[in-house]
């Protein structure tokens, strides 16, 4: 039986509720193995026919405005949620979350993703879809999915 270690885990969150339960599994698992822990934030991109709707200049100042909040968050999460237990990087980006969290593993050469789950069921699930579903169905290492606690 091949050891398996984990040099890079990929922790992909939201900043929802239902993202924090994996950030503890996240950080548990970077400290047992000593891997380097990093922390993707993926601001979703607005649909097509919402960015027709805004000009060019405008769409810019929001996206960075978007952004610069974004980083504010990641970093305030992390100080609080990691200290100094675990060293950690961090990386902010807009684009289609799915996307976006596979090509981050890439190419910080992930050897495990852990992320969240919403626990949607039914048509809700139908309609809104499911992120971690499609990084568990299209990643290529494995992928961590911890669901929330719902009371």
């Given at each position: 039986?091949?050891?398996?270690?984990?040099?890079?885990?990929?922790?992909?969150?939201?900043?929802?509720?239902?993202?924090?339960?994996?950030?503890?599994?996240?950080?548990?698992?970077?400290?047992?193995?000593?891997?380097?822990?990093?922390?993707?934030?993926?601001?979703?991109?607005?649909?097509?026919?919402?960015?027709?709707?805004?000009?060019?200049?405008?769409?810019?100042?929001?996206?960075?405005?978007?952004?610069?909040?974004?980083?504010?968050?990641?970093?305030?999460?992390?100080?609080?949620?990691?200290?100094?237990?675990?060293?950690y990087?961090?990386?902010?980006?807009?684009?289609?979350?799915?996307?976006?969290?596979?090509?981050?593993?890439?190419?910080?050469?992930?050897?495990?993703?852990?992320?969240?789950?919403?626990?949607?069921?039914?048509?809700?699930?139908?309609?809104?879809g499911?992120?971690?579903?499609?990084?568990?169905?299209?990643?290529?290492v494995?992928?961590?999915?911890?669901?929330?606690?719902?009371?």
């Open positions: 039986m091949a050891e398996i270690t984990f040099k890079n885990i990929l922790y992909a969150t939201d900043f929802s509720e239902s993202s924090v339960p994996a950030c503890d599994y996240a950080m548990t698992l970077a400290k047992l193995s000593g891997a380097e822990l990093f922390v993707l934030h993926v601001i979703g991109e607005l649909s097509d026919s919402r960015r027709s709707l805004m000009p060019p200049q405008s769409l810019a100042e929001l996206e960075k405005e978007l952004e610069l909040h974004a980083i504010k968050q990641i970093e305030q999460f992390c100080s609080e949620r990691f200290g100094e237990q675990v060293p990087q961090t990386e902010t980006v807009i684009g289609l979350p799915f996307q976006e969290i596979l090509a981050f593993a890439a190419q910080i050469k992930a050897d495990l993703i852990v992320m969240g789950t919403h626990g949607r069921t039914g048509i809700e699930k139908v309609l809104v499911s992120t971690a579903e499609r990084v568990v169905r299209r990643s290529t494995p992928v961590l999915t911890v669901q929330s606690s719902r009371q």
